[in-house]
């Protein structure tokens, strides 16, 4: 069964419509003035902020310092005890749990309990272990019902900069025993709660024949085999705000033969962009433009979810990573999927705080970061002419990143998924020593 907003159930059922699945509505609590109480209001809002070693998460601690100005202006001694408190749930995993249990005991809403008593479920499975109110939601009713739960890590990114979590899970699993550290440092799991399963969601670029070929996918945008692919990824709307500029600029370098052999440009709009209705005019402009430079949108199903692709667009999108010759991003988790195959990466310097999970990319020297437009395509250059620079230290970073590089993530992540609800399941990838 899978929970949806309302307004994806029609999509997503055509979607399973060949399969064992059952799609019914997420719901959530009705806004009744006057029912939330303050101690509630500051029960959520600590234990959002409350990562372990808060301080050190240097995205999250910034949103965490924001807040209060945001919420609590014009009353200076909250502003100043809030501020006390979460820098001491910070360096405090008593008080963490504490509030935490707190939560978990006054703040279960069961939205769901009809569809609990109907289908009898043997095992929950959410994306995050409660940073997001709905998986948080979700879970708290599981365990008031006796259900066994999991959470499936989503994104690279989330055990640091989502917040801590808000529910408790029986398992976690991770890409990696890095991202297993993480929940445990940052999330206070018991190590015994998290195994690393990989990447799902990426067991493609391990297998030889999942992905289209490099003559397929050229015929099929057009480009021209000659050439060399340079793949800009562009970022979320409103994240970086020059994506223009930089696409501008390879475009030109690219019509002007100036990177050294002759090249092609293909620009991959974010999924963002469509999907929130956000204009790629001037991305069409710059391909109309220049010769030899292709943009790339997404489709979007029409559904009630955030960003709902299908499967044949993510296929694309991999295959054009997999068979591009340098990928530029602006700090994408792309960077991790190009290291997969061993493709070298260009980062865009940006204002934006540099989150956790990139630092060791950053430290590793896998990937230079471009400040400049010179830079920029120096980088690019020297990557054309030399694809194998930094070879050693992409293929150590996606070990370390994304866990176990055989193809079978999912298969791992089904088996350990099906052996907690106690359900057979069939032969199993090789279990990863934490």
Not at 264 to 281: E, G, W
Request: with cysteine.
């Amino acid at each position: 069964m899978i929970l949806a907003p309302a307004a994806a159930i029609g999509s997503l059922e055509l979607e399973h419509a060949d399969e064992q699945v059952i799609v019914e509505a997420l719901r959530t609590p009705p806004k009744r003035a006057g029912e939330r109480s303050m101690l509630w209001w500051w029960t959520l809002h600590l234990r959002h902020y409350a990562i372990a070693n808060g301080h050190r998460t240097r995205a999250l601690r910034e949103k965490a310092e924001r807040f209060p100005g945001r919420s609590m202006a014009g009353q200076p001694v909250e502003r100043r005890i809030f501020t006390l408190l979460l820098h001491a749930l910070w360096r405090s995993r008593r008080l963490r749990r504490a509030v935490l249990a707190l939560e978990l005991k006054r703040y279960v809403e069961e939205v769901h309990r009809d569809l609990f008593e109907r289908y009898a479920p043997d095992l929950v499975v959410t994306a995050s272990p409660g940073y997001f109110k709905p998986d948080a939601r979700l879970l708290r009713e599981a365990a008031l019902h006796g259900v066994p739960s999991a959470s499936v890590i989503l994104s690279w990114d989330n055990p640091t900069s989502k917040g801590y979590r808000g529910a408790d899970p029986d398992l976690i699993v991770t890409w990696s025993a890095r991202m297993r550290e993480q929940m445990v440092e940052f999330q206070d799991f018991a190590p015994a709660q998290v195994e690393v399963g990989g990447v799902p969601h990426f067991d493609a670029y391990y297998r030889d024949d999942a992905l289209p070929s490099r003559d397929a996918l050229f015929a099929r945008l057009g480009l021209d085999p000659a050439r060399r692919l340079v793949l800009f990824a562009t970022s979320a709307p409103g994240y970086y705000g020059r994506d223009h500029e930089v696409a501008e600029q390879l475009a030109r370098a690219v019509s002007d033969d100036a990177l050294g052999m002759p090249a092609q440009l293909v620009i991959r709009v974010h999924p963002n962009f469509p999907s929130k209705d956000v204009s790629t005019a001037a991305f069409e402009e710059i391909a109309r433009e220049h010769q030899d430079v292709h943009l790339d949108v997404p489709q979007i199903v029409p559904s009630g979810l955030a960003c709902h692709m299908p499967g044949a667009d993510t296929d694309r999108l991999m295959a054009l990573v997999r068979h591009c010759d340098v990928l530029v991003n602006v700090f994408s988790t792309t960077t991790l999927e190009a290291f997969a195959v061993d493709r070298p990466v260009v980062m865009i310097e940006s204002k934006a705080t540099v989150y956790e999970h990139m630092a060791l990319v950053l430290e590793s020297g896998a990937s230079p970061v471009a400040g400049s437009e010179r830079e920029l395509l120096d980088h690019v250059r020297r990557y054309l002419a030399h694809p194998e620079a930094e070879r050693e230290e992409r293929a150590a970073i996606a070990a370390r990143e994304l866990g176990p590089g055989d193809g079978r993530s999912g298969e791992r992540v089904a088996g350990m998924l099906l052996a907690l609800a106690g359900a057979p399941s069939p032969a199993r990838a090789p279990a990863v020593a934490a």
